[in-house]
Every structure is written in structure tokens, then in C-alpha cells.
């Protein structure tokens, strides 16, 4: 009896290690292929009226949130190129969607819908029309618009800045970058003066090193008869880029002129986050990597860190064994950028073989 047990050792093992790997199998392959976008809070109402259908303003509500997504992912000129789109089309690229709140109010129907797309089909749409979108990421700039009147030779900061005053007012829910204004300082004031001949050289790090922040955005706004002329100097992980810029405005005390002045920039530093953060979705590189079988949240992880990388196309498993599971990523970007992305994540590979492994 011993000796029957022992010769069923090997086959018992066996089945477990299937079963193990066919389980890992079953569990990955429902999730692998792309993490959603996720639009949520997409408020819509209508008149209850006779001719009321619910269907309509689902579809509508379905329309807002895909050029939401868009004002998200693309850059403002590429925007231009998809003003349109059948609702076919964009139903198709819908994973799911929820009500989340609906009521009638008045005789008025109100919804509240959020809608997840499928990233891997949005990002085929933008490729088919040569548009590659960028990651959604959120950041946050220290940022320091100075108002310059070159005709009285003046400075203009803080509370007597309109721009400094209402930059924060109207905030927009597809922006990415998050304005840390500056406290008024009269040291800062002074110092910023002081350097008033050499202002587009001045590189403002005193005024900077005051805040636990690395990255900022000095707005110097040049004001004299013929109208304004905007200096940005951005600064982004100890990278420097200056943006030159001419409005046709004028008077800096006028609200609405101010307002335009304000969305236009915003709307030049959003695009330059976006060139930042742009995916090549054109560049599809193929890696195969294998990772042991021995701790099954290795694996769970390591599926979790692909699938939340924008960059990552999609990937499944190509095969497994007892010792491995074998995956094939595709990855929109290079090897180094991979690589660099992954170690930000803990993960080190040993890159001398065609099947890369974790080391």
C-alpha cells in the first residue's frame, strides 16, 4: 500500500502544478488585455416630456464622457481631428458603464452616469486618425505669474497680480496640472525686483526653495501699448523649457481679458504636460519574460503592475510548466523605457536571454 502511494507521489504532484498553473491561467486572462478608462460624474438632464426617451440621454451622456476622455489623453490640436464620431463607433469601445444616480425633479429627468472604455480599442482609434494620446497623469507646479509693465518699468506680484489673483478661480475637471500659488512675501517681492534687468535670466530659485515643491512654471507677463507677451519658463524633473507666446490683449484690469489670458495659458502648459507624457502607440515592442511558478502573488502582482501601466499594450500567457509561467508583453516604447518603468515598480530583469526573467 506504501509502495502505491509512493509511485502516485510523482502524478499527484503533477495535477497539482496543472491545476495551480491552469488557475493562474483562468484568473490572468480575465483581466489581461487593458485597464479601462474610467470617466465618472457625467451629469445630464432633460425635460420629461412626451417624446422622452431614456436611451437618448444615455447616448448623449455616453458622447460627453468620450470627449471628456479625449480632453484628458490628446493635446488640443489634435482634438480638432475627432470632432466628430459615429455613435456606433464610440458605443463599440465602451466596456461598461453605470447609472449611478437618476431622479426627476420639476418634471426634469436628472443622471449621473460613469462609463469605462477600453483602452486598448481608444488607443487603435487615435492610431488609425495619427494621433498619439498621452497618460493621464496628474501634476502638481509651483506657479508664479508676474505681471511686467514695461512701460512704468514695474513689477506686478501677488494680490496686485489679476492673473495671480484669479488663476485658481475656474478650475476644469480635464486638466491635469494642479497650480501651487506662492504666499505673499515681501522678501520674495524684493528679491524678485532686485532682479528686475535680468528677469528672463533670473532662474528664481530662491523664491523656489522655499516650497517643498521641484517643479514650477514662472509666467513673466510682458505688458506695454502694443498688448502682452508672455515668457513661461517650465521646469519639470530639473529639465528647463521656455515657451514664447503674444496675446492680442491689452488691459490686465479688464476681468473677461484676464479670464482669456488665463485659459489660453493653461491651455499651453496642459499640451506641453501632454508632449510629456505622450505614448509613440505606433512603436509595438514584443518582450517575452518568464517569472517562477513558486509564490503565486508573484505572479498576482506582477499582472496587477502590467495591467496599470498605460504603456503596456496588453500581454497573456503563452504557455507555463511546472517551474514557469511564460508571458508576452507588447509595450509601446523602448527597451531602457521599460526597463526604467518596471524598476520604478521593484522589478529587475536579467535581459541576457531572448525570455527575460526577474532577477
Known amino acids: 500500500m ?16 496543472v491545476l495551480l498553473s491552469l488557475n493562474i491561467f483562468f484568473f490572468s486572462t480575465d483581466k ?15 425635460p420629461f416630456e412626451i417624446n422622452f426617451d431614456k436611451n437618448q440621454v444615455i447616448n448623449e451622456g455616453f458622447e460627453r464622457a ?11 490640436s489634435d482634438r480638432n481631428k475627432i470632432k466628430n464620431i459615429k455613435l456606433n463607433e464610440l458605443k463599440g469601445m465602451i466596456e461598461s458603464f453605470s447609472i449611478q444616480e437618476e431622479k426627476f425633479i420639476n418634471e426634469i429627468y436628472y443622471v449621473n452616469l460613469g462609463v469605462s472604455f477600453n483602452k486598448k480599442k481608444i488607443y487603435k482609434y487615435l492610431e488609425e486618425r495619427n494621433i498619439f494620446p498621452s497618460i493621464p497623469n496628474k501634476k502638481k507646479f509651483l506657479f508664479i505669474p508676474i505681471i511686467i509693465d514695461e512701460n512704468k518699468k514695474d513689477l506686478l506680484i501677488f ?6 489673483k484669479n488663476w485658481n478661480i475656474n478650475l476644469e475637471k480635464t486638466h491635469l ?8 512675501d515681501l522678501e520674495d517681492l524684493n528679491q524678485i525686483k532686485k532682479n528686475y534687468e535680468i528677469i ?27 498688448g502682452i507677451r508672455v515668457l513661461s519658463r517650465i521646469t519639470y524633473n530639473n529639465n528647463v523649457v521656455i515657451k514664447n507666446k503674444s496675446f492680442a490683449l491689452k488691459d490686465l484690469n479688464d476681468t473677461d481679458q484676464v479670464n482669456k489670458l488665463i485659459k489660453e495659458l493653461k491651455l499651453v502648459y496642459e499640451d506641453h504636460w501632454k508632449k510629456i507624457n505622450q505614448i509613440n502607440t505606433s512603436i509595438k515592442l514584443l518582450l517575452n519574460i518568464k517569472i517562477s511558478n513558486k509564490d503565486s502573488k508573484i505572479l498576482s502582482d506582477f499582472e496587477k503592475n502590467l495591467n496599470n501601466l498605460d504603456l503596456i499594450n496588453y500581454f497573456f500567457i503563452t504557455k507555463f510548466d511546472k517551474d514557469y509561467t511564460y508571458y508576452q508583453v507588447i509595450f509601446n516604447g523602448t527597451p531602457s523605457t521599460f526597463l526604467k518603468t518596471m524598476e520604478e515598480k ?3 530583469f536579467n535581459t541576457q536571454n531572448k525570455i527575460w526573467s526577474i532577477r
Open 32 to 46: 489581461i488585455f487593458a485597464k479601462s478608462f474610467d470617466i465618472e460624474n457625467i451629469d445630464i438632464s432633460r
Open 177 to 184: 496640472i494642479k497650480y501651487l500659488l506662492p504666499t505673499e
Open 66 to 76: 468620450f470627449f471628456e476622455l479625449i480632453s484628458l489623453i490628446v493635446s488640443s
Open 2 to 17: 506504501i509502495f502505491k502511494l509512493k509511485k502516485c507521489i510523482p502524478k499527484i504532484l503533477y495535477i497539482f502544478f
Open 159 to 164: 494680490n496686485n497680480n489679476e492673473v495671480f
Open 346 to 348: 521593484n522589478y529587475n
Open 200 to 226: 528672463e535670466q533670473y532662474n528664481f530659485k530662491e523664491v523656489i526653495s522655499k516650497y517643498n515643491i521641484n517643479d514650477s512654471i514662472i509666467s513673466l507677463i510682458f505688458r506695454d501699448n502694443d
